[in-house]
């Protein structure tokens, strides 16, 4: 069986300064940083041993990825896979969050505010992703990924796994926020099919898992 741990990146600069950040690219912060070590010692410490690791191809996710293995004891270089990236928001690369937080308040009523925004984004603006597009590309990687080992690693981006446990068909009715940076996403291969564990989780990989979303 394939466990593979999907890993958000430790906090950039550009998260620093509230920028929305999808293609475009910055490096971690010092807490960034250290918020990678934190969660390969944990890693350590719960007796993980990768297999195999994965990024997104973004300075952010490369550094937090580097960062983590260091940390966990691995002598891996994780390999960079654009198909890992975070969605692209178009026009509002680097902009201000307050500005997309007024396309999330126009779409309050969807039942799905953040996917509803973004889709009207993507719509509207022909650099943009919708969310569906960025789900199908990390599926892809994920095949990809559950064929390299038995334990993998993924560091990638908030959205990203947000759009693709949806599209594995798990519950993120919990979700009051993103991913909060190193939270963790566990996703199994079961036969045909995948089981998510554990969806954007803070705590600690060596306590029990959320209970399985499917």
Same mark, same amino acid.
């Given at each position: 069986?394939?466990?593979?741990?999907?890993?958000?990146?430790?906090?950039?600069?550009?998260?620093? =300064?509230?920028?929305?950040?999808?293609?475009? !690219?910055?490096?971690?912060?010092?807490?960034?940083?250290?918020?990678?070590?934190?969660?390969?010692?944990?890693?350590?410490?719960?007796?993980?041993?990768?297999?195999?690791?994965?990024?997104?191809?973004?300075?952010?996710?490369?550094?937090?990825? @580097?960062?983590?293995?260091?940390?966990?004891?691995?002598?891996?270089?994780?390999?960079?896979?654009?198909?890992?990236?975070?969605?692209?928001?178009?026009?509002?690369?680097?902009?201000? =969050?307050?500005?997309?937080?007024?396309?999330?308040?126009?779409?309050? *009523? =969807?039942?799905? +505010?953040?996917?509803?925004?973004?889709?009207?984004?993507?719509?509207? !603006?022909?650099?943009?992703?919708?969310?569906?597009?960025?789900?199908?590309?990390?599926?892809?990687?994920?095949?990809?990924? *559950?064929?390299?080992?038995?334990?993998?690693?993924?560091?990638?981006?908030?959205?990203?796994?947000? *759009?693709?446990?949806?599209?594995?068909?798990?519950?993120?009715?919990?979700?009051?926020?993103? +991913?909060?940076?190193?939270?963790?996403?566990?996703?199994?291969?079961?036969?045909?099919?995948?089981?998510?564990?554990?969806?954007?989780?803070? @705590? +600690?990989?060596? *306590?029990?898992?959320?209970? +399985?979303?499917?």
């Amino acid at each position: 069986m394939t466990r593979i741990w999907v890993v958000r990146h430790g906090q950039s600069m550009l998260n620093a =300064a509230e920028r929305m950040q999808g293609w475009s !690219d910055a490096p971690l912060t010092p807490l960034g940083r250290d918020q990678a070590t934190a969660r390969g010692t944990d890693f350590a410490a719960a007796g993980i041993r990768f297999d195999a690791a994965f990024s997104g191809d973004g300075l952010r996710h490369r550094e937090t990825a @580097a960062g983590l293995l260091r940390a966990a004891g691995s002598d891996l270089v994780a390999d960079a896979d654009a198909r890992w990236r975070e969605i692209s928001f178009g026009a509002l690369e680097g902009a201000s =969050a307050r500005r997309f937080f007024r396309l999330l308040e126009a779409h309050r *009523s =969807a039942e799905n +505010p953040l996917v509803a925004a973004l889709d009207d984004l993507a719509a509207h !603006d022909p650099l943009a992703e919708s969310p569906g597009a960025v789900a199908e590309r990390a599926l892809d990687a994920l095949h990809e990924a *559950s064929g390299a080992g038995s334990e993998v690693l993924v560091v990638t981006s908030g959205i990203t796994i947000m *759009s693709l446990a949806r599209r594995l068909g798990a519950d993120l009715s919990h979700l009051t926020t993103g +991913p909060a940076n190193l939270s963790v996403t566990t996703v199994q291969r079961v036969d045909d099919g995948w089981r998510v564990d554990r969806i954007a989780s803070p @705590a +600690p990989v060596a *306590s029990a898992p959320d209970a +399985p979303s499917r």
